[in-house]
Protein backbone atom coordinates (compact mmCIF):
# COMPACT_ATOMS: atom_id res chain seq x y z
CA UNK A 1 0.00 0.00 0.00
CA UNK A 2 1.25 3.49 -1.15
CA UNK A 3 2.47 5.54 1.92
CA UNK A 4 2.89 9.44 2.33
CA UNK A 5 6.64 10.75 3.15
CA UNK A 6 7.13 13.79 4.76
CA UNK A 7 10.14 16.38 4.83
CA UNK A 8 11.22 19.69 5.96
CA UNK A 9 10.32 20.21 9.63
CA UNK A 10 12.29 21.43 11.93
CA UNK A 11 13.94 24.02 14.59
CA UNK A 12 13.40 27.57 13.32
CA UNK A 13 13.28 31.05 15.12
CA UNK A 14 10.19 33.46 15.30
CA UNK A 15 9.67 35.41 11.78
CA UNK A 16 11.39 32.56 9.79
CA UNK A 17 10.33 30.04 7.45
CA UNK A 18 10.20 26.31 6.53
CA UNK A 19 8.84 24.80 3.38
CA UNK A 20 7.37 21.00 4.07
CA UNK A 21 7.11 18.14 1.56
CA UNK A 22 5.06 15.04 1.30
CA UNK A 23 5.42 12.78 -1.41
CA UNK A 24 3.28 9.50 -2.09
CA UNK A 25 5.60 6.42 -2.17
CA UNK A 26 3.23 4.28 -4.60
CA UNK A 27 0.23 5.27 -6.98
CA UNK A 28 -3.06 6.36 -5.27
CA UNK A 29 -5.51 6.73 -7.40
CA UNK A 30 -8.49 9.44 -7.47
CA UNK A 31 -7.01 12.25 -4.89
CA UNK A 32 -9.58 14.45 -4.60
CA UNK A 33 -7.71 16.72 -2.36
CA UNK A 34 -4.36 17.17 -0.25
CA UNK A 35 -4.02 18.92 3.42
CA UNK A 36 -2.00 19.56 6.20
CA UNK A 37 -3.27 19.25 9.80
CA UNK A 38 -0.95 20.21 13.01
CA UNK A 39 -1.12 18.91 16.46
CA UNK A 40 0.19 20.51 19.23
CA UNK A 41 0.85 18.98 23.02
CA UNK A 42 -2.45 18.52 24.68
CA UNK A 43 -4.56 19.91 21.71
CA UNK A 44 -6.63 18.27 19.22
CA UNK A 45 -5.22 17.86 15.35
CA UNK A 46 -6.60 20.37 13.60
CA UNK A 47 -6.77 21.61 9.59
CA UNK A 48 -3.94 23.84 8.72
CA UNK A 49 -5.01 24.06 5.06
CA UNK A 50 -6.40 22.39 2.05
CA UNK A 51 -6.34 22.09 -1.60
CA UNK A 52 -8.54 20.65 -4.08
CA UNK A 53 -7.55 18.85 -7.56
CA UNK A 54 -8.85 21.77 -8.68
CA UNK A 55 -6.59 24.27 -7.11
CA UNK A 56 -9.23 25.93 -4.93
CA UNK A 57 -7.54 26.52 -1.32
CA UNK A 58 -8.77 26.84 2.02
CA UNK A 59 -7.02 28.18 5.60
CA UNK A 60 -7.10 28.17 9.08
CA UNK A 61 -7.56 31.53 9.92
CA UNK A 62 -4.37 30.92 12.48
CA UNK A 63 -2.01 30.64 9.25
CA UNK A 64 -3.97 32.94 6.52
CA UNK A 65 -1.53 35.20 4.52
CA UNK A 66 1.37 33.38 6.36
CA UNK A 67 1.45 29.80 4.93
CA UNK A 68 0.46 28.53 1.34
CA UNK A 69 -0.24 25.45 0.22
CA UNK A 70 0.54 23.72 -3.01
CA UNK A 71 0.99 20.68 -5.03
CA UNK A 72 2.12 18.99 -8.05
CA UNK A 73 -0.79 16.64 -8.90
CA UNK A 74 1.51 14.33 -11.25
CA UNK A 75 3.91 14.04 -8.61
CA UNK A 76 1.37 13.66 -6.07
CA UNK A 77 3.08 15.89 -3.72
CA UNK A 78 1.85 18.55 -1.52
CA UNK A 79 3.74 21.41 -0.12
CA UNK A 80 3.44 23.80 2.85
CA UNK A 81 5.75 27.20 3.01
CA UNK A 82 5.80 28.81 6.27
CA UNK A 83 6.42 32.53 6.65
CA UNK A 84 6.55 34.68 9.72
CA UNK A 85 6.68 31.50 12.21
CA UNK A 86 5.20 32.25 15.62
CA UNK A 87 5.85 29.87 18.63
CA UNK A 88 2.01 28.82 18.55
CA UNK A 89 2.69 27.09 15.33
CA UNK A 90 5.35 24.53 17.10
CA UNK A 91 3.16 21.21 16.70
CA UNK A 92 3.59 17.96 14.72
CA UNK A 93 2.53 18.58 10.94
CA UNK A 94 0.78 15.57 9.00
CA UNK A 95 -0.27 15.34 5.53
CA UNK A 96 -3.49 13.90 4.33
CA UNK A 97 -4.28 12.93 1.00
CA UNK A 98 -8.28 11.71 0.65
CA UNK A 99 -9.84 10.03 -2.45
CA UNK A 100 -12.97 9.12 -3.64
CA UNK A 101 -14.41 6.57 -5.78
CA UNK A 102 -13.66 2.89 -5.51
CA UNK A 103 -10.70 3.64 -3.19
CA UNK A 104 -12.64 6.11 -0.76
CA UNK A 105 -10.57 6.58 2.10
CA UNK A 106 -7.57 9.29 3.79
CA UNK A 107 -3.77 8.50 3.74
CA UNK A 108 -2.00 10.39 6.26
CA UNK A 109 1.70 11.01 6.72
CA UNK A 110 4.04 9.82 9.48
CA UNK A 111 4.06 14.01 11.02
CA UNK A 112 6.95 16.24 11.08
CA UNK A 113 8.06 17.75 14.05
CA UNK A 114 8.11 22.15 13.41
CA UNK A 115 9.71 23.68 16.60
CA UNK A 116 9.41 27.28 16.49
CA UNK A 117 11.58 29.08 19.59
CA UNK A 118 14.03 31.48 19.81
Known amino acids: QAQLVESGGGLMQPGGSLRLSCAAS????????MGWYRQAPGKERELVAR???????NYADAVKGRFTISSDNAKSTVYLQMNSLKPEDTAVYYC????????????WGQGTQVTVSS
Open 96 to 107: NFHTLGPYQGDY
Open 26 to 33: GIIFNINS
Open 51 to 57: INRGGTT
